[in-house]
């Protein structure tokens, strides 16, 4: 079996998985389709971006910190979603410097 550049026979495929090896699970989850998801659904509604943008940044993280699996993936989903969440999560602090900055300060005064 042709892995990346490797080539494995299916017994050393086996003995990698009876040792637990991040690198030959059976199951894995791919955190970068995660962080995209959890990225792109809250952008659905305007409340659920509060939560999913740092949500998004999180697995985005960890999505490119994760071991690469058996099949290489590309990286771009895991930074499309830290750009999305990072932006979410301005799009926030500008609303809220913009409202609260409005009632606090009315024409450059406090109250």
């Known amino acids: 079996m042709t892995v990346g550049a ?3 026979c299916p017994s050393c495929i086996e003995l990698a998985r009876r040792r637990n090896s ?3 699970v059976a199951r894995r989850l791919n955190l970068d389709s995660v962080a995209l998801a959890t990225a792109l659904v809250p952008m659905l509604g305007v409340w659920t971006t509060l939560v999913g943008g740092p949500v998004a ?3 985005g ?10 099949v290489p993936r590309g ?13 979410q999560v301005v799009a926030w602090i500008l609303l809220l410097v913009t409202v609260f900055g ?3 300060f009315r024409g450059g005064r406090l109250g």
């Open 57 to 59: 940044i999180y697995l």
């Open 61 to 70: 993280i960890r999505a490119l910190r994760q071991e690469p699996g058996p």
């Open 6 to 8: 490797q080539n494995l």
């Open 75 to 87: 990286r771009w989903r895991a930074i499309l979603a830290l750009v999305l969440g990072v932006l």
């Open 102 to 104: 409005t009632v606090l």
């Open 22 to 24: 991040p690198r030959w």
